[in-house]
T-cell receptor, first 114, second 112 residues
Protein backbone atom coordinates (compact mmCIF):
# COMPACT_ATOMS: atom_id res chain seq x y z
CA UNK A 1 0.00 0.00 0.00
CA UNK A 2 1.59 3.27 -1.17
CA UNK A 3 -0.73 5.52 0.78
CA UNK A 4 -2.49 6.75 -2.35
CA UNK A 5 -6.17 5.76 -2.34
CA UNK A 6 -8.70 5.75 -5.15
CA UNK A 7 -12.44 5.38 -5.13
CA UNK A 8 -14.29 3.51 -6.46
CA UNK A 9 -12.12 0.55 -7.32
CA UNK A 10 -14.51 -0.65 -9.98
CA UNK A 11 -17.18 1.16 -11.95
CA UNK A 12 -19.56 -0.27 -14.53
CA UNK A 13 -21.64 2.22 -16.42
CA UNK A 14 -23.73 2.48 -19.53
CA UNK A 15 -22.61 4.43 -22.54
CA UNK A 16 -23.60 8.05 -22.28
CA UNK A 17 -23.55 8.22 -18.49
CA UNK A 18 -21.22 10.49 -16.51
CA UNK A 19 -18.75 9.02 -14.02
CA UNK A 20 -16.49 10.59 -11.40
CA UNK A 21 -13.41 9.10 -9.77
CA UNK A 22 -11.61 10.30 -6.68
CA UNK A 23 -7.94 10.15 -5.69
CA UNK A 24 -6.55 10.90 -2.23
CA UNK A 25 -2.78 11.47 -2.32
CA UNK A 26 -0.06 10.77 0.20
CA UNK A 27 -0.52 13.71 2.56
CA UNK A 28 2.83 15.41 2.01
CA UNK A 29 2.76 15.01 -1.78
CA UNK A 30 1.94 18.16 -3.71
CA UNK A 31 2.03 16.69 -7.21
CA UNK A 32 -0.77 14.53 -8.52
CA UNK A 33 -1.07 12.76 -11.86
CA UNK A 34 -3.83 10.92 -13.67
CA UNK A 35 -2.97 8.16 -16.12
CA UNK A 36 -5.08 5.76 -18.16
CA UNK A 37 -4.04 2.20 -18.88
CA UNK A 38 -5.60 -0.22 -21.36
CA UNK A 39 -4.85 -3.92 -21.63
CA UNK A 40 -1.35 -4.68 -22.84
CA UNK A 41 -0.20 -1.08 -22.71
CA UNK A 42 1.70 1.02 -20.25
CA UNK A 43 -0.02 3.88 -18.45
CA UNK A 44 -0.66 6.95 -20.59
CA UNK A 45 -0.52 10.41 -19.07
CA UNK A 46 -3.77 12.38 -18.85
CA UNK A 47 -3.18 15.38 -16.58
CA UNK A 48 -0.99 16.76 -13.80
CA UNK A 49 -1.55 19.04 -10.81
CA UNK A 50 0.91 20.84 -8.64
CA UNK A 51 -1.04 21.77 -5.55
CA UNK A 52 -4.38 23.01 -6.88
CA UNK A 53 -3.07 24.16 -10.25
CA UNK A 54 -3.61 21.95 -13.28
CA UNK A 55 -0.34 22.46 -15.12
CA UNK A 56 -0.51 19.90 -17.92
CA UNK A 57 -3.17 18.20 -19.96
CA UNK A 58 -2.55 15.51 -22.54
CA UNK A 59 -4.16 15.71 -25.93
CA UNK A 60 -5.72 12.40 -24.90
CA UNK A 61 -7.88 14.38 -22.50
CA UNK A 62 -10.85 15.22 -24.68
CA UNK A 63 -13.47 17.81 -23.81
CA UNK A 64 -15.48 15.08 -22.11
CA UNK A 65 -12.79 14.71 -19.46
CA UNK A 66 -12.29 17.18 -16.64
CA UNK A 67 -10.15 17.03 -13.54
CA UNK A 68 -10.01 19.14 -10.43
CA UNK A 69 -7.93 19.35 -7.32
CA UNK A 70 -9.61 21.82 -4.98
CA UNK A 71 -7.40 23.08 -2.17
CA UNK A 72 -4.53 20.95 -3.41
CA UNK A 73 -5.67 17.84 -1.58
CA UNK A 74 -7.82 15.14 -3.20
CA UNK A 75 -8.51 15.15 -6.92
CA UNK A 76 -11.48 14.12 -9.03
CA UNK A 77 -11.58 12.99 -12.63
CA UNK A 78 -14.93 13.22 -14.38
CA UNK A 79 -15.83 11.65 -17.70
CA UNK A 80 -19.00 12.94 -19.32
CA UNK A 81 -21.04 11.02 -21.90
CA UNK A 82 -18.92 7.91 -21.53
CA UNK A 83 -18.04 5.86 -24.60
CA UNK A 84 -17.00 2.22 -24.84
CA UNK A 85 -13.50 3.37 -25.72
CA UNK A 86 -13.23 4.94 -22.27
CA UNK A 87 -13.09 1.47 -20.70
CA UNK A 88 -9.71 1.30 -19.00
CA UNK A 89 -7.92 1.40 -15.67
CA UNK A 90 -7.65 4.98 -14.41
CA UNK A 91 -4.58 5.43 -12.26
CA UNK A 92 -3.67 8.22 -9.90
CA UNK A 93 -0.05 8.80 -8.91
CA UNK A 94 1.47 11.32 -6.54
CA UNK A 95 4.92 12.65 -5.84
CA UNK A 96 6.57 15.05 -3.45
CA UNK A 97 8.61 18.19 -3.90
CA UNK A 98 12.06 17.67 -5.30
CA UNK A 99 13.91 16.84 -8.45
CA UNK A 100 13.48 13.10 -8.25
CA UNK A 101 9.71 13.25 -8.69
CA UNK A 102 9.28 9.58 -7.91
CA UNK A 103 5.65 8.75 -8.53
CA UNK A 104 3.67 6.31 -6.42
CA UNK A 105 0.48 4.84 -7.79
CA UNK A 106 -2.85 4.24 -6.15
CA UNK A 107 -4.76 0.98 -6.72
CA UNK A 108 -6.63 2.37 -9.72
CA UNK A 109 -10.26 2.53 -10.77
CA UNK A 110 -11.31 0.03 -13.40
CA UNK A 111 -14.01 1.50 -15.64
CA UNK A 112 -16.19 -0.68 -17.84
CA UNK A 113 -18.54 1.10 -20.24
CA UNK A 114 -21.30 -1.14 -21.59
CA UNK B 1 8.71 5.28 -33.34
CA UNK B 2 7.62 4.71 -29.77
CA UNK B 3 9.35 6.90 -27.22
CA UNK B 4 10.00 4.07 -24.77
CA UNK B 5 10.36 0.55 -26.15
CA UNK B 6 10.31 -2.77 -24.40
CA UNK B 7 10.07 -6.33 -25.66
CA UNK B 8 6.58 -7.50 -24.73
CA UNK B 9 7.73 -11.04 -23.96
CA UNK B 10 6.87 -13.27 -22.34
CA UNK B 11 10.36 -13.74 -21.00
CA UNK B 12 10.51 -17.15 -19.37
CA UNK B 13 13.28 -18.04 -16.92
CA UNK B 14 13.68 -20.93 -14.48
CA UNK B 15 13.49 -20.31 -10.76
CA UNK B 16 16.85 -19.18 -9.40
CA UNK B 17 18.07 -17.77 -12.71
CA UNK B 18 18.84 -14.17 -13.61
CA UNK B 19 16.12 -12.35 -15.52
CA UNK B 20 17.27 -9.50 -17.77
CA UNK B 21 14.73 -6.89 -18.85
CA UNK B 22 15.63 -4.21 -21.36
CA UNK B 23 14.31 -0.81 -22.33
CA UNK B 24 15.35 1.79 -24.91
CA UNK B 25 14.20 5.38 -25.06
CA UNK B 26 14.20 8.01 -27.76
CA UNK B 27 14.91 11.27 -25.93
CA UNK B 28 18.64 11.73 -25.38
CA UNK B 29 17.97 14.44 -22.82
CA UNK B 30 16.02 12.16 -20.46
CA UNK B 31 17.30 12.28 -16.90
CA UNK B 32 15.25 9.94 -14.72
CA UNK B 33 14.43 6.29 -15.26
CA UNK B 34 12.09 4.08 -13.31
CA UNK B 35 11.17 0.41 -13.18
CA UNK B 36 7.71 -0.59 -12.01
CA UNK B 37 6.33 -4.06 -11.44
CA UNK B 38 2.67 -4.72 -12.22
CA UNK B 39 0.80 -7.85 -11.28
CA UNK B 40 -2.25 -8.73 -13.33
CA UNK B 41 -5.19 -6.53 -12.40
CA UNK B 42 -3.11 -4.42 -10.01
CA UNK B 43 -1.51 -0.99 -10.26
CA UNK B 44 2.20 -0.38 -10.96
CA UNK B 45 4.53 -0.73 -7.97
CA UNK B 46 7.85 1.11 -7.95
CA UNK B 47 10.89 -1.17 -7.83
CA UNK B 48 13.79 1.13 -8.57
CA UNK B 49 14.86 4.43 -10.05
CA UNK B 50 18.18 5.40 -11.56
CA UNK B 51 19.59 8.75 -12.70
CA UNK B 52 23.29 8.19 -13.29
CA UNK B 53 25.13 6.03 -15.78
CA UNK B 54 26.20 2.68 -14.39
CA UNK B 55 24.66 0.17 -12.05
CA UNK B 56 22.43 0.60 -9.02
CA UNK B 57 21.72 -2.37 -6.81
CA UNK B 58 18.86 -2.94 -4.37
CA UNK B 59 18.59 -6.44 -2.98
CA UNK B 60 18.02 -8.88 -5.83
CA UNK B 61 17.44 -6.05 -8.30
CA UNK B 62 20.07 -4.17 -10.31
CA UNK B 63 19.24 -1.31 -12.63
CA UNK B 64 21.73 -0.44 -15.35
CA UNK B 65 21.76 2.84 -17.28
CA UNK B 66 23.71 3.75 -20.40
CA UNK B 67 22.70 7.23 -21.53
CA UNK B 68 25.01 7.19 -24.56
CA UNK B 69 23.19 4.15 -25.90
CA UNK B 70 19.83 5.34 -24.53
CA UNK B 71 19.37 2.03 -22.82
CA UNK B 72 18.24 1.02 -19.35
CA UNK B 73 17.91 -2.50 -18.02
CA UNK B 74 16.75 -4.35 -14.93
CA UNK B 75 18.39 -7.53 -13.70
CA UNK B 76 16.58 -9.77 -11.24
CA UNK B 77 18.87 -12.26 -9.53
CA UNK B 78 17.65 -15.53 -8.00
CA UNK B 79 14.30 -15.15 -9.76
CA UNK B 80 11.29 -16.43 -7.84
CA UNK B 81 7.84 -17.44 -9.10
CA UNK B 82 6.51 -14.42 -7.18
CA UNK B 83 8.54 -12.21 -9.56
CA UNK B 84 6.21 -13.27 -12.39
CA UNK B 85 4.62 -10.00 -13.47
CA UNK B 86 4.81 -7.30 -16.12
CA UNK B 87 7.75 -4.94 -15.72
CA UNK B 88 7.23 -1.39 -16.92
CA UNK B 89 10.05 0.94 -17.85
CA UNK B 90 9.22 4.62 -17.35
CA UNK B 91 11.22 7.63 -18.43
CA UNK B 92 11.04 11.28 -17.46
CA UNK B 93 11.42 12.61 -21.00
CA UNK B 94 13.30 15.87 -21.43
CA UNK B 95 10.28 17.73 -22.73
CA UNK B 96 9.62 19.96 -19.76
CA UNK B 97 6.75 17.70 -18.79
CA UNK B 98 6.63 16.09 -15.39
CA UNK B 99 4.65 13.09 -16.55
CA UNK B 100 6.38 9.78 -17.06
CA UNK B 101 6.38 8.06 -20.43
CA UNK B 102 5.93 4.32 -20.08
CA UNK B 103 6.85 1.42 -22.26
CA UNK B 104 4.29 -1.27 -22.91
CA UNK B 105 5.97 -3.59 -20.44
CA UNK B 106 7.71 -6.95 -20.54
CA UNK B 107 5.88 -9.94 -19.12
CA UNK B 108 8.18 -12.13 -17.03
CA UNK B 109 7.35 -15.73 -16.21
CA UNK B 110 9.49 -17.53 -13.63
CA UNK B 111 9.06 -21.28 -13.94
CA UNK B 112 9.22 -23.26 -10.66
Amino acid sequence: DTGVSQDPRHKITKRGQNVTFRCDPISEHNRLYWYRQTLGQGPEFLTYFQNEAQLEKSRLLSDRFSAERPKGSFSTLEIQRTEQGDSAMYLCATSGVGSTDTQYFGPGTRLTVL
Amino acid sequence: QKEVEQNSGPLSVPEGAIASLNCTYSDRGSQSFFWYRQYSGKSPELIMFIYSNGDKEDGRFTAQLNKASQYVSLLIRDSQPSDSATYLCAVDMDTGRRALTFGSGTRLQVQP
